[in-house]
């Protein structure tokens, strides 16, 4: 175990003491995979376990690339022990699982897995281009270790093909990049393998003294960093080679080594194929019964792992060995037993392709829907960019038609106090008018001789009458103004908090007031005020409410009518209700009622805001505007408030 994998496995430990359990995490999920990354070669056992442990904490938060990372795992310590069958369903599910997250770091791993199983099965077209797709993807984000793994990978399919040349330049690019990564373990592990990979090639075409020289540097990489799957590999590449030259007592040595290891390990489908190659070697040296022994365990082993390739190897080899010993009866078994398990094999192989032609269709049409819902994603982001820029310029052009709407009632609250003022002020004026020509007829009198002279008397007594009574003009005047002044005060709430507690009958009687000249004697205002509580609001939006709906029944009314306004409450909520004899609304158009509305007089289309702004500053306070209306009887705003309603 290295460093690395060691101050690993010592975070795990240190997360796990006293019995405790893994916390369902991303970084518990990810610390368990990169343990299953550095241990798996070297103890698939360990590699499974912890590839379990991260499959469940994934699942239970839902954590999508590590339920991928998990998958691949799992399907990679099936994969170094040769159990294809389970290897295939994971990595599919894991590839399918990485192309949905998008993680190309994710994606490429499963790739590389993928290639290693498809190319175990006997699929090579699939392998290679797995393994190409994933060198691109190693390329792209710079992993160059993962990168020559990938490149071992395509120079093994193409080995497999029988493309020498291909193989051979492969296994030496793949080469090239672990000897530039330094002494780490996987460099050091990567450097063994594709020197071994070299070493088969010049196997394969049949240079034996090559490829034994790549199979000893490999072998002594191996033996250097304590790797002993990588040692065991080597030791029995070499033990092949050895006994293909005759030179059984090396043979010999290479391959007994190599079962120890693998027995010490428990790789045991690798131990039926060291088994099967001594058992061929004491029937080469004329040692019959220890061939025998060697080969029935070997048989016994491929039996129980159930790795018919082996077992039919097996069998074969204890036919010549039977036949050595003169036990013909037992050879003829062996022999029909090998020519039954090869026909299997055979018709495995090819019900083997045909799954894998099942799985590659089931992987495109996953990936197929992949890409489908990524496309509709995309739509879907595209339409939401439309819709958000379609609801800023709604929300602005609200905001610009609210803003008009003030701007018309602060029209209307202009012309209503000009109004009101002008007759008080015309009175103030006549009267300053009328004082001013007093004082200049006082002037013109000989106050020193007033008492004497009767004439003159009378005309001071009318002058001085003429001053008082313009004085009480003046001053009813000057409280009309004041009186102005204060309803618009009152109205606006200017110089007071926005949000405070009020009572709500000032702010009727202000709005009153500011229509008052509108209501011109023609329409009557009955008021049935209840002895209400204060209200906390936003008092100035609230008033601009009583204003819109008092001018909105004013406006009913062409000719004579009344309005009637009524307050009351309850223990949670006050109302005031505003009651018109107006001309009415149509049913139809009650349930539009409070939407923003235009109408059209002549080019200019005028914007109907009155009732939207007054529905949502009700519903800003939590509370309830309701309209009911009768064609030709008038109609009824209710406004429902609660107490208890915060800012």
Request: net charge negative; aromatic share 6%.
């Amino acid at each position: 175990m290295t460093e690395n994998s060691a101050a690993l496995e010592n975070q795990l430990a240190a997360l796990t003491t006293d019995g405790r359990e893994l916390e369902p995490t991303e970084e518990s999920v990810k610390l368990l995979l990169r343990i299953v990354e550095q241990t798996s070669v070297n103890n698939p056992d360990r590699g499974l376990e912890l590839s379990e442990k991260a499959y469940h904490l994934a699942e239970q938060i839902s954590y999508q690339r590590g339920l991928a990372g998990a998958l691949t795992g799992i399907a990679f310590t099936h994969y170094l022990h040769s159990d294809h069958a389970a290897a295939l369903p994971k990595i599919h599910e894991g590839l399918h699982l990485a192309r949905q997250d998008g993680d190309p770091m994710t994606i490429a791993r499963a790739l590389t897995i993928s290639a290693g199983v498809q190319l175990s099965v006997g699929n090579y077209e699939q392998a290679l281009a797995n393994g190409f797709e994933s060198l691109k993807l190693y390329r792209q984000i710079g992993r160059p270790a993962q990168e020559a793994w990938a490149l071992h990978g395509i120079g093994t399919g193409f080995l497999e093909l029988g493309d020498f040349d291909q193989a051979l330049e492969y296994a030496r690019q793949s080469l090239a990049i672990f000897e530039n990564l330094g002494d780490d373990r996987i460099a050091i592990s990567g450097r063994g393998r594709a020197i071994n990979a070299i070493g088969m090639v010049y196997k394969s075409k049949g240079d034996l003294a090559e490829a034994a020289c790549y199979f000893r540097k490999s072998l002594e990489i191996f033996e250097n960093h304590k790797n002993n799957i990588g040692i065991a590999r080597s030791l029995n590449d070499l033990g092949e080679i050895h006994q293909e030259l005759g030179e059984f007592e090396v043979a010999l040595d290479c391959h007994t080594r190599s079962l120890e290891i693998r027995r010490r390990i428990g790789m045991r489908q690798a131990q039926s194929t060291s088994l099967i190659n001594l058992g061929k070697l004491k029937l080469q040296q004329g040692e019959v019964t220890a061939a025998l022994e060697l080969l029935t365990e070997a048989l016994r082993i491929a039996l129980d792992v159930n790795v018919k390739l082996r077992i039919y190897q097996a069998h074969r080899a204890l036919s010549d060995a039977y036949e050595a010993a003169g036990s013909f009866e037992e050879a003829l078994k062996h022999q029909r037993a090998f020519q039954q398990v090869r026909d299997e094999v055979s018709g495995d192989d090819a019900n083997t392709r045909v799954k894998n032609l099942q799985v590659s269709y089931e992987i495109e049409k996953s990936e197929n829907e992949a890409e489908i819902e990524r496309l509709k994603n995309v739509e879907l982001k595209e339409k939401n960019e439309q819709l958000k820029q379609l609801l800023q310029q709604i929300q602005t052009a609200q905001a610009h038609l609210v803003q008009a709407e003030k701007m018309a009632a602060l029209g209307k609250l202009v012309a209503g106090i000009l109004h009101e003022m002008n007759s008080p002020l015309g009175s103030m004026k006549s009267a300053i008018d009328v004082l001013r020509r007093s004082l200049e007829r006082l002037s013109q009198l000989d106050l020193e001789n007033l008492l004497q002279d009767t004439d003159m008397f009378e005309q001071f007594r009318l002058v001085m009458r003429t001053l008082s009574d313009n004085h009480t003009i003046a001053h009813s005047a000057g409280d009309r103004l004041a009186s102005i002044v204060h309803n618009l005060k009152s109205f606006a709430r200017l110089d007071e908090a926005t949000y405070q507690t009020v009572d709500l009958h000032d702010g009727l009687e202000s709005a009153l007031a500011v229509l008052n000249h509108e209501l011109d004697g023609r329409i009557s205002v009955v008021r049935q005020y209840d002895n209400i509580p204060k209200l906390t609001c936003y008092a100035s939006e609230m008033n601009q409410v009583f204003l819109n709906l008092l001018t909105n029944a004013m406006q009913s009314m062409d000719g004579e009518g009344t309005i009637t306004v009524t307050t009351s409450s309850n223990d949670n909520s006050l109302s005031i209700e505003i009651r018109d004899t107006g001309a009415g609304i149509a049913e139809d158009q009650l349930s539009h009622l409070f939407e923003p509305n235009f109408t059209q007089t002549g080019p200019r289309a005028k914007a109907g805001l009155g009732l939207f702004a007054s529905h949502n500053i009700v519903s800003k306070h939590g509370g309830e505007i309701r309209a009911e209306s009768t064609v030709g009887r008038g109609s009824r705003f209710t406004i429902s408030l609660p107490f208890e309603h915060q800012s």
